[in-house]
Each structure stands twice: as C-alpha cells, then as structure tokens.
C-alpha cells in the first residue's frame, strides 16, 4: 500500500500500474481508478465535479472519473473572477468615455426612470440649491449622529418615516433588520458597523423592525431541523433564539400574532448582538454609545422606541434592562 502522502502523485500519474498485463493488476488499477474523497493533498470543494480519469494510451475511460486538484479549481475560479472583471471594466470604460453612445432599448411611454428624474430635478432644486453650503460640507466629510439598521422592506424607509437629512444617518438595510453576532464572521451589517462605530464614531445606532415584516414570517415558519439552500432562509436563521424565545412566550397564539411578537424579539436579540462586537461593548460601557430599539407599525402608523441598558448590578442580576421607552401615535 502506498503511503497516504503519496497518493495524490499516483493519481497524478494516471495509476500506470492500469497499463500492465497481468489481470491482476488491471483490477487492482481499475479499483484505483474509482472516484475516491480528496486527500489532504488534493482536496475538491463540495460542488466539484469529478473530472474524466485519462488512461496512458487512449481517451478518458468511460464512467470513471477523478477528482480536480487544487490547482484545477483555482484556476477554474480564477478564470471566471477574470472574465468578470473584463466584463465590468468595459462597462465602466463606457461609462468613462462620454462620446460612446448608449443603448437605447426602452420606449419613453415605458421608461420608469421619467417620474425618478422628475424627482431628482425637483430635489435638486427644493433641497440641493437652497441648501447648498451645506451640501458643500457634506461634500467634504460627514458627521452624523446615527447609525440606522432597518429593513429593506420597500414599505420601511427610515429616511422618510423618522425625517433624516443627509448626513445625519448611515444607513445599512437588509432582510428582517438583522445583526449578525460578531462570531458570524463578515457580513454587509458588521462591515457598515465598524465603520460608523470605529470611522464615523457615531453616537447612537438604532435597530429599527416594523409589521408584517416577510422575513420574520420565514424564520418564524421555519422547521427546528430544516436545511436549505435558500439565502433567505441562511440569513433569518441568525434571529433563531429570537424564534425560540418568541415560541415560549407566545406559542398559544396565532401565527400572526407569534410573528408580530417575534418582530419585536428579534430587534431586542439584536441589541444584544450587537454587544458581541468589542469595540461595541467598549464604547458603550464608556458611555460614548447607546444602543436603541425601534418598531413601526405601518398598518396604523405609530411608532415605538426604547433604549437599551447594558451594565452589571441590575435588578434581578441581570445586565439587560430597557429605558426610556415611548410611543408615538
């Protein structure tokens, strides 16, 4: 038997042992030959395809197939990440070069992009114009004093329900206004995080829910045991304790209101998450930082807000406590 450091060379060299003329051999080889899971040596990702095993004097022998070498793979991806880059490259090359004509493929009587620019002209002219020393020092630098995480819901706009001027909030918006735990590794959130919390040295960030929301609705219509492939269902899965807890609490009761439950309980799983991060919990036991809750119900148009209390020593030992909660009707 050859040594297991040796393996990934024998199949390298196509198992020439295969070309020999004794039966023996050619059933040993063809054994060989079988697909088999990567060595360290020659690993494959989970989606690899076994590549087509070529004898030493003829095509690829039929129904066997060997696993891609490390190499192979990177040179596979390396080729696509190439090919995209030249795509958008040209793409942005035309963008570039002003005397290139674009490509006018949609009737006016269907072009969407009228009623935005009608918009953006009166934009320009009520906020951009009036205002335009301060647009100059925003063109310089910003300085806002929140840091906003809300759904991308097309319904939730915090910048119109809570008023925000430019350069007042940094915003990040994803599914069900979830925060990842710092454990979860990089994500669009925790990137925006450091940067308003570290770069921009915001004041307060605000975790911002809302009714109905379609994202609570799957986490909370998912199977304890269930696996997919779906990116939604991969992302709500972060606010499963927020699931867990919603089901003890409110497990009686109807869907909708265990979902509207939950949109609540998982704003609060994120306040909590949010001080896994240690520049977080640095600030915020600095008391440089506070951490907000906030809850629209679109359905009557009320809002609710609440801040959230992080120290040792509180009443009944726990760290966690809520303060100066309202609600605005």
Known sequence: MLPRSLGPAARRLGLVAAAAPSTARASSASAARRPCPPSDGDEAGEDDEPLPLR???????????????????RRREFSFITTAAKDHSVLTRQLLDSRHDT??????????????????????????????????SLAQQQTPKFMVIACADSRVCPTSILG????????????????????????????????????????????????????????????????????????????????LSTKAAAGNLSFEMQCTHCEKESINSSLLNLLTYPWIEKRVNEGTLNLHGGYYNFVDCTFEKWTLVYREGLKGGSKYAIKNRSSWS
């Open 55 to 73: 004898t030493p004097h003829g095509p690829p022998a039929p129904e066997e197939r060997r696993w891609p070498r490390r190499g192979e793979q």
């Open 103 to 136: 490509v006018d493929e949609v009737g006016t009587e269907h072009d969407p992009f009228i009623e935005l620019k009608a918009r953006f002209m009166d934009f320009k002219q009520r906020n951009y114009v009036e205002n335009f020393s301060n647009y100059q």
């Open 164 to 243: 925000f001027q430019p350069g007042e909030a940094f915003t990040v918006r994803n599914v069900a206004n979830l925060v990842p735990p710092y454990e979860h590794g990089g994500s669009e959130t925790s990137a925006a995080l450091e940067f308003a919390v570290n770069t921009l040295q915001v004041e307060n960030v605000l975790v911002v829910g809302h009714s109905r929301c379609g994202g609570i609705q799957a986490l909370m219509s998912m199977k304890d045991d269930s696996t997919s492939g779906s990116f939604i269902k991969n992302w709500v899965s972060i606010g499963k304790s927020a699931r």
